[in-house]
Each structure stands twice: as C-alpha cells, then as structure tokens.
Nanobody, 113 residues
C-alpha cells in the first residue's frame, strides 16, 4: 500500500520560513520523481516544485529563488524548504509520486501579513 505523509506546515509571518517533509512508503522511492503541489481556496491545484529520480529540479516561476525541493532516498522522504514566504503562498501543500496518482493528505501553510 502506497502512503505519503506530509508534515511541517503551520502558521508563519511573511518573510519567514517553513520546511515541509513528505515520507513515502510502498514504492521504490529512488525510482520515482516527486512533486509538490499546492491549492489555495478557490483556486486550482498548481505544481510548485518537482524533483526527478536523478535529482533534477523544476520550480514554478512564483517560487523560484525562494523554495528548494530536495530528496533523501535513504529516508524515502522529499522536502520543500520555503523561504521568504508571502501571504500568497498560503495554501494546502500536497506531495505526490510523479505521474502515479498517489497523493498525500496535504498540510496547511498559512502566511500572515
């Protein structure tokens, strides 16, 4: 059974930082790319960052230079380091095994102004 468990969300002031984690089980983690998405109220879910099985990364323009995606294959975990947070980053953040259809339950990030 595939499971993805996100953690690390919370309430932070604008300009602050958070680090999200997503622990994955039930797949051979190192073989898969991993994505972070987010969904704000009333908006569509959007891709925030992606990391390939080999470590290549891609970011949405809105987070480039502020967010960093990384992975630890020994821990079957993907991370999203979020710096210089803005109120518009407020959303539920989800991790997913790329193209698999497997999603975590999401973690709320709220950035106050």
């Amino acid at each position: 059974q595939v499971q993805l468990v996100e953690s690390g969300g919370g309430l932070v002031q604008a300009g602050g930082s958070l680090r999200l984690s997503c622990a994955v089980s039930g797949v051979i983690f190192r073989f898969y790319g991993m994505d972070w998405y987010r969904q704000a109220p009333g908006k569509q879910r959007e891709l925030v960052a992606a990391i390939g099985s080999g470590g290549s990364t891609n970011y949405a323009d809105s987070v480039k230079g502020r967010f960093t995606i990384s992975r630890d294959n020994a821990k079957n975990t993907v991370y999203l380091q979020m710096n210089t947070l803005k109120p518009e980053d407020t959303a539920v953040y989800y991790c997913t095994v790329a193209t698999s259809g497997y999603w975590g339950q999401g973690t709320q990030v709220t950035v106050s102004s």
